[in-house]
């Protein structure tokens, strides 16, 4: 909390503690209603549903999209059925549906009882949709406009409807089977003449997303056209919904928040951290770890078949965990670079070949590098002989050039056989590359040293 709100909250609570709730209102009515919601997130249960119960009715809507799913979920279940159903009535369609998702049955069936035939339909349209699709987080309240209509019908019609709209300031043109054939930009109607027909200063070239198209789709589309609103159309072309660029911001948390714990060998969680409890953290982190270690146990089957050689040259084993950290090392940050690259379309897999002779390259760089230094080292701090630093310094060099092999190749491997690249991250790799790293180890040094 910034140190603004540390004073608004120091407020509140002052407003509370002195029972003020009529200057409480009044204050309320002043204050962004972003801010009310999060200042309400750090109440208490019981202050949290008196706080919600005071604010001035006609905002209480529009604080309660802001707050966190589990207190919007406290307050649902705390209040009255008519109070619910009004909640419900007058949140945007998609706000409303987000929270019905994750309600038990009981209460959604409570809700849905309670709330306008209107408002059950569109929630009913939208739940019918897949989850993390275009049609799963799009909201019905838009501004449509008809061809036949002039300018002045128009600028009328937005008046009286647009109170109920999420935006206004693209109105979509529709015929008269709701197919869409153009976008009117408010500020472009209010500088035509009355008279005009919509029809004929539309906006015909229309972008426009499909209701299944999947939701890190639908992010690419706005990134791409820097749009602040796209209309979303069913199989037959006709305008079912819109998205608007604050739902794109939670698209683009909530994906990049499941690659960060793909890639940290996490099963994803809609939770935030402090809302989780221990065992569904444990249940979350436990497949990974079983699977990695499970996997790691090669790395010990090799280094137990070379005992042997291990015994005859003792000073080989101080040299395994840094040949084992760097292969890993360099492993990882080519495969969140290949991963990124894939995630924002920079990547194809027909780039498969241009992407490998890169990272050949940079991995022989690299490779060079760290071994130089590492032969200096060697040599002057460790004072190990000259075939010993020689192993050593060969094995960085191979161990480098496979691990940037590895890291770029499985991610486009994976997204092309359908996975998610994100899986084939730093934990992964870097189990693979450990194993090979000790397996060139042994095997150079077996040359060189004559084991």
């Given at each position: 909390?910034?140190?603004?709100?540390?004073?608004?909250?120091?407020?509140?609570?002052?407003?509370?503690?002195?029972?003020?709730?009529?200057?409480?209102?009044?204050?309320?009515?002043?204050?962004?209603?972003?801010?009310?919601?999060?200042?309400?997130?750090?109440?208490?249960?019981?202050?949290?549903?008196?706080?919600?119960?005071?604010?001035?009715?006609?905002?209480?809507?529009?604080?309660?999209?802001?707050?966190?799913?589990?207190?919007?979920?406290?307050?649902?279940?705390?209040?009255?059925?008519?109070?619910?159903g009004?909640?419900?009535?007058?949140?945007?369609?998609?706000?409303?549906?987000d929270?019905?998702?994750?309600?038990?049955?009981?209460?959604?069936?409570?809700?849905?009882?309670?709330?306008?035939?209107?408002?059950?339909?569109?929630?009913?349209?939208?739940?019918?949709?897949?989850?993390?699709?275009?049609?799963?987080?799009?909201?019905?309240?838009?501004?449509?406009?008809?061809?036949?209509?002039?300018?002045?019908?128009?600028?009328?019609?937005?008046k009286?409807?647009?109170?109920?709209?999420?935006?206004?300031?693209?109105?979509?043109?529709?015929?008269?089977?709701?197919?869409?054939?153009?976008?009117?930009?408010?500020?472009?109607?209010?500088?035509?003449?009355?008279?005009?027909?919509?029809?004929?200063?539309?906006?015909?070239?229309?972008?426009?997303?499909?209701?299944?198209?999947?939701?890190?789709?639908?992010?690419?589309?706005?990134?791409?056209?820097?749009?602040?609103?796209?209309?979303?159309?069913?199989?037959?072309?006709?305008?079912?919904?819109?998205?608007?660029?604050?739902?794109?911001?939670d698209?683009?948390?909530?994906?990049?928040?499941?690659?960060?714990?793909?890639?940290?060998?996490?099963?994803?969680?809609?939770?935030?951290?402090?809302?989780?409890?221990?065992?569904?953290?444990?249940?979350?982190?436990?497949?990974?770890?079983?699977?990695?270690?499970?996997s790691?146990?090669?790395?010990?089957?090799?280094?137990?078949?070379?005992?042997?050689?291990?015994?005859?040259?003792?000073?080989?084993?101080?040299?395994?965990?840094?040949?084992?950290?760097?292969g890993g090392?360099?492993?990882?940050?080519?495969s969140?670079?290949?991963?990124?690259?894939?995630?924002?379309?920079?990547?194809?897999?027909?780039?498969?070949?241009?992407?490998?002779?890169k990272?050949?390259?940079?991995?022989?760089?690299?490779?060079?590098?760290?071994?130089?230094a590492?032969?200096a080292?060697?040599?002057?701090?460790?004072?190990?002989?000259?075939?010993?630093?020689?192993?050593?310094?060969?094995?960085?060099?191979?161990?480098?050039?496979?691990?940037?092999?590895?890291?770029?190749?499985?991610?486009?491997?994976?997204?092309?056989?359908?996975?998610?690249?994100?899986?084939?991250?730093?934990?992964?790799?870097?189990?693979?590359?450990?194993?090979?790293?000790?397996?060139?180890?042994?095997?150079?040094?077996?040359?060189?040293?004559?084991?």
């Amino acid at each position: 909390m910034d140190e603004r709100l540390e004073e608004l909250f120091t407020t509140l609570n002052n407003y509370l503690d002195q029972k003020q709730y009529v200057k409480l209102r009044e204050w309320l009515r002043d204050l962004n209603v972003a801010d009310i919601a999060a200042m309400m997130e750090e109440l208490d249960e019981e202050l949290q549903l008196k706080t919600f119960r005071i604010l001035p009715k006609d905002m209480a809507a529009d604080i309660f999209s802001y707050l966190p799913i589990e207190v919007e979920q406290q307050i649902i279940t705390s209040i009255s059925d008519r109070e619910a159903g009004k909640i419900i009535d007058n949140l945007m369609t998609d706000d409303a549906t987000d929270l019905l998702e994750e309600m038990p049955a009981n209460i959604v069936k409570r809700l849905l009882a309670n709330a306008s035939q209107e408002t059950r339909r569109d929630i009913n349209h939208l739940l019918r949709y897949p989850e993390d699709s275009a049609g799963s987080i799009m909201t019905v309240e838009f501004m449509d406009l008809k061809e036949g209509q002039t300018v002045a019908q128009a600028i009328e019609r937005i008046k009286k409807t647009a109170v109920d709209s999420e935006t206004i300031n693209i109105c979509y043109v529709l015929d008269y089977q709701r197919k869409l054939k153009g976008t009117v930009a408010l500020r472009y109607l209010l500088l035509k003449d009355p008279d005009e027909k919509i029809g004929d200063i539309m906006h015909e070239n229309v972008i426009s997303l499909h209701t299944l198209m999947d939701q890190e789709e639908v992010a690419r589309q706005f990134q791409k056209y820097d749009f602040t609103a796209m209309p979303v159309v069913d199989n037959e072309d006709r305008l079912v919904g819109i998205i608007t660029v604050d739902d794109v911001v939670d698209i683009l948390q909530e994906e990049a928040t499941e690659d960060m714990e793909k890639m940290a060998a996490i099963v994803p969680s809609d939770k935030p951290y402090l809302k989780t409890t221990v065992f569904e953290t444990w249940k979350k982190r436990i497949p990974w770890l079983l699977l990695l270690m499970i996997s790691a146990t090669f790395t010990g089957r090799i280094i137990a078949s070379f005992e042997d050689a291990l015994s005859v040259y003792v000073v080989l084993t101080t040299f395994i965990p840094m040949l084992m950290d760097t292969g890993g090392n360099a492993g990882g940050q080519t495969s969140v670079t290949v991963i990124r690259g894939l995630s924002l379309n920079e990547i194809e897999f027909s780039d498969f070949f241009k992407v490998v002779w890169k990272e050949i390259r940079v991995a022989l760089l690299c490779g060079l590098t760290l071994a130089v230094a590492n032969f200096a080292k060697l040599m002057i701090i460790d004072r190990v002989t000259m075939p010993v630093a020689a192993v050593v310094c060969a094995t960085l060099v191979v161990a480098v050039l496979i691990a940037k092999l590895v890291g770029s190749m499985l991610p486009m491997l994976a997204k092309k056989i359908g996975f998610d690249p994100a899986v084939m991250a730093s934990p992964f790799i870097t189990t693979i590359v450990d194993a090979l790293s000790l397996l060139i180890y042994f095997r150079i040094a077996s040359m060189v040293l004559g084991l």
